[in-house]
């Protein structure tokens, strides 16, 4: 894991692009629950591989599904949203769906780049062509300016309106 904040770069990223169809709640919760297996392997089990089946495309996209389907259950819950438009339209079902597939389809390809034990096409190969594409440098700071890139985006919205 690019140290699991880094990913939220991309998911600010997508916010910036479509703001209306990504939800930054839903792709951050998915990369937290994705990254859950990794931190059970490392600190409960210490076994390794830390990286198992939910770093994988065919698990972690509709887990990150998932995640989005949760997130706007709870939000619609939470009585405390409905004074804040911008969260609650965050957190409304077709941007909270796709923030968290966004999310699972990300995760895997950012830590593949990284981590040599994460397998991101099982069941399909146990290869992973994605490792060390970039160095960890280059990798950090891609993610940190698309975080940037999206905020930027989401600022320039906020003064054309």
Known sequence: MPVTPFHFGVG???KGIAPRTVSVCAFVASQI??????AY????????????ILHTFALATPVGGLVGLAVWAVARRVRWLSGRAALARDCALRPALVGGLLGGLTHPLLDGIMHADIRPFRPFSDANPLHLAMGLGPLHLACVL???????????RDRLR
């Open 41 to 52: 392997y490392l600190f409960v089990a210490r076994e390794w591989p830390v990286h198992r």
């Open 33 to 38: 629950a994705i990254d859950c297996e990794s």
């Open 146 to 156: 698309a975080g940037l890139s999206g905020l930027a985006l989401l600022s320039l």
């Open 12 to 14: 600010l990223l997508g």
